[in-house]
């Protein structure tokens, strides 16, 4: 036990470095893009974006959470299975890209970007791409090895500087957004082929393919059900509004997703494999949950209540003026993601590291049938009304994924709430005291920025387990 907790101790450390250091650059490319291009353009690649990742779905199909969580004999029989993996991939989607080259204007249409065919047809080169790297990235995250998924990252990190930015001045176009996505992409399969100590072999066994396929049905059909989740209101958006709108909607989730991923990023992948290890040991595995949810709680949960009170503010810094209609909903979405990730988001984690993916499966459904009606029938309403039904029917999947967690993992949903209810009520007691006139001159907001992180610290401090767990970090995640 110590030995993983040790591991995971490492992962952790090494994923957050990673992601901090992403998370510092990424706010400076996006500064600059937001001047340089329009919403727009935005626009453009976030319709590139859904087909690419609906795309993805089918050419990984679960082997990579196979990987990552099935109990191996030897090394040997690992890497048989990832080379199986890796060609499955890889050859599904090379038939996807050259399809949707094919049908790249039809699809254009169909996502309502009638007219970008060449679009959707270059930027789907990610798609080979990724496959190429995905399964790598798997046995890294299978090992902890997240010292050298730093590497990976910080190269992707500099894409946007090198190629992105560059391009955006001379050209002005969605172009920029679409080369710098290319450029990271094949950036990541040269590295990890590279130093990854397994390489694809000429290998094959359709035996071997159809005992995986068997395994990862499940995660099949969970990829596309959050797929759906994920990308259902873009599609609606995208339909109903235009590009502008549909820019500032997806702009406004990435912008908090560049502050709240700092968190989630870090840790979601090393508590998946921790957990896989674990899924005999209850106590251990819920041991391991519990601390994973308290710590990313102390950090995520002032990060989304800070964006919802400063959402002005840090609408004008990041992208500038021709955002502001942004504000409210980054606000917002930042407010209920918190929440969200909290009570809700690594429940999909555990489903998966227990081998029920079938389970998420079914909460993302259950989602389905409200987020969907709701977001069609608000879209004709306006942007703004739109923008607070979407964000506040995240709040139906916490209630789902609440039940499943106690009804079938057993993992109670007072226990879930209390272990993060001191960090909601720091956060809270923060909003209160602090309401922010927005009309101040900005030191003045910095000021207050600065004011409401020290008072989030002071009331948290008040909690004995959180200044614990604040003055020894390290050792709260040892400790059994």
């Not at 902890?144 to 910080?154: A, C, H």
């Not at 389970?359 to 608000?378: D, G």
């Amino acid at each position: 036990m110590s030995e993983l907790n040790n591991k995971v101790v490492s992962a952790t450390k090494w994923s957050s470095i990673t992601e901090i250091a992403a998370k510092l650059v990424a706010p400076i490319s996006t500064m600059v893009l937001a001047r340089v291009l329009t919403p727009e353009a935005f626009g453009v690649l976030v319709t590139a974006t859904m087909v690419i990742s609906f795309a993805e779905i089918f050419t990984d199909a679960g082997f990579q959470k196979y990987i990552v969580q099935h109990e191996f004999e030897n090394e040997k029989s690992l890497f048989k299975s990832t080379n199986v993996a890796f060609w499955s991939n890889l050859v599904m989607s090379l038939i996807i890209w050259a399809v949707i080259i094919i049908f790249a204007d039809d699809i254009a249409e169909l996502v309502g970007n009638k007219g970008y065919g060449s679009v959707i047809a270059v930027s789907c080169f990610c798609i080979p791409l990724a496959a190429f790297s995905s399964i790598q990235m798997a046995i890294y995250r299978r090992h902890f090895d997240y010292k050298t998924l730093f590497l990976v990252r910080m190269v992707g990190v500099a894409i946007p500087l090198v190629i992105t930015i560059p391009l955006a001045f001379i050209l002005r176009s969605y172009w920029a957004l679409i080369a710098g996505m290319i450029g990271l992409n094949l950036s990541n399969a040269i590295i990890l082929t590279v130093k990854s100590k397994w390489k694809p072999k000429f290998e094959y066994s359709f035996q071997l393919f159809k005992q995986m396929f068997a395994f990862t049905v499940w995660s099949l059909l969970e990829a596309i059900s959050i797929w759906l989740t994920g990308y259902i209101d873009i599609f609606i958006v995208g339909r109903m509004l235009n590009e502008y709108y549909l820019g500032i909607y997806r702009v406004s989730m990435t912008t908090v997703g560049q502050f709240t991923g700092v968190i989630t990023a870090a840790t979601t992948t090393v508590l998946f494999a921790s957990l896989s290890r674990l899924q005999n040991d209850r106590n251990g595995f819920q041991d391991m949950f519990f601390k994973f949810q308290k710590i990313v709680g102390l950090l995520v949960i002032p990060i989304g209540f800070g964006i919802f009170i400063f959402s002005d503010l840090v609408t004008d810094v990041l992208l500038g003026s021709q955002w502001r209609e942004a504000s409210h909903f980054m606000g917002l979405w930042a407010l209920t993601s918190s929440v969200t990730i909290v009570l809700s988001h690594y429940s999909s984690e555990i489903y998966r590291s227990l081998g029920k993916p079938k389970l998420s499966f079914v909460s993302q459904l259950l989602h389905l049938v409200v987020l969907i009606p709701v977001v069609w029938y608000f879209v004709s309403w306006g942007f703004t009304i739109l923008c607070d039904a979407r964000a506040l029917v995240r709040l139906e999947l916490i209630v789902v994924n609440l039940i499943i967690m106690s009804l079938v993992i057993k993992i109670s949903i007072g226990k879930m709430i209390m272990n993060v209810l001191p960090e909601i009520l720091s956060a809270s007691m923060m909003f209160v005291i602090l309401l922010l006139p927005q009309n101040v001159i900005l030191p003045i907001k910095l000021f207050y920025v600065v004011l409401a992180a020290c008072i989030y610290l002071s009331m948290i401090c008040l909690f004995k387990k959180e200044r614990h767990i604040l003055l020894n970090l390290k050792t709260y995640l040892i400790k059994k």
